[in-house]
């Protein structure tokens, strides 16, 4: 009899130790998950949301794992100067439109070379001149242009153009044949003021339209109405005191043309500044004295986009 009752001791504790033992197993768990509960609840109740979210974090934090594979938080670059400078939403390289209408004016100085032949009737005599190219006006020109510069092709633009400008000049001529009784060559001095007003339909190319400086060229096809006023005086061995050839003041009507080529540089979205050169060429027939007026123009002036 006592051999039975310890050995049923012996099976009862071989299975009761293991049934305590999974007790806190299985307990746990469901504490778990129920304090969980509990807390979120009690977090839940928090009016205020910083509050709220603090208890939170308290009562779930994330996993070991899960923080050591967040980066460290690292500090925001220092903005540049051009980053600062924009506006919120606009990358640091966006540029201005460069393209559409746009208006420019100028004024340069002007360096004119004149050269014609000139016959004309003197006491019955013809008396042929010519004038050799020899620089020697000088003057001022303005002018006014409105443009359109093209988003495709994007380095082309067109524009309609006025110029006014006015030189002087003091132009040294022979007669190889004499005039009137003097029969050896007679030096001729002529001073002309010449005025233009010219209109020209320009196109030119901008190889690198979005640089910082934005070189160009181009030419221009057009006419105007200039106005020339001539005094001449002949002399030679003979004629000491001088002699009186023709006088001219006469408007007439040319054709002409140019090419010029240049640099721009934005100063700011709309408003910039331009250097340019020009070379102009007119022909034209006052007083039936057939001219070819030839100018250098350096200048520079202000555009505006619209």
Partial sequence: MEFKVCASYRRLRRRLIPALLSIPL?????????????????????????????????????????????????????ATPVAAAMPVGVPPAAQPARHGLRVNLGVAYTLGNYSGDVRTQLNDDRVNLHFGRAIGGNGITGSAA????????????????YSRGRTSAGIHGVAPNGVDVVDEPVNVDLDARLTQN????????FPERDAAVSPFFGVGIGGGRGSLKVRTAATSNILANGLTLFDVDERFWYPSAQAFLGAQYDLADRLGVEVIGKYVVSTGLPAGIKQTYQQMHLGMGFYYRL
């Fill in 146 to 161: 409105l443009w359109y510069d093209f988003a495709s092709p994007r380095s082309l633009s067109v524009g309609l153009e």
């Fill in 26 to 78: 299985l307990i746990i768990p469901y504490i778990t998950l129920h304090a969980g509960a509990f807390d979120a609840q009690r977090c839940a109740g928090i009016a205020d949301p910083q509050q709220r979210l603090s208890c939170y974090d308290a009562a779930f934090p994330p996993p070991p794992a899960a923080r050591a594979t967040l980066p460290a938080p690292t500090a925001a670059p220092a």
């Fill in 198 to 205: 010219t209109v020209f339909l320009n196109a030119a190319l």
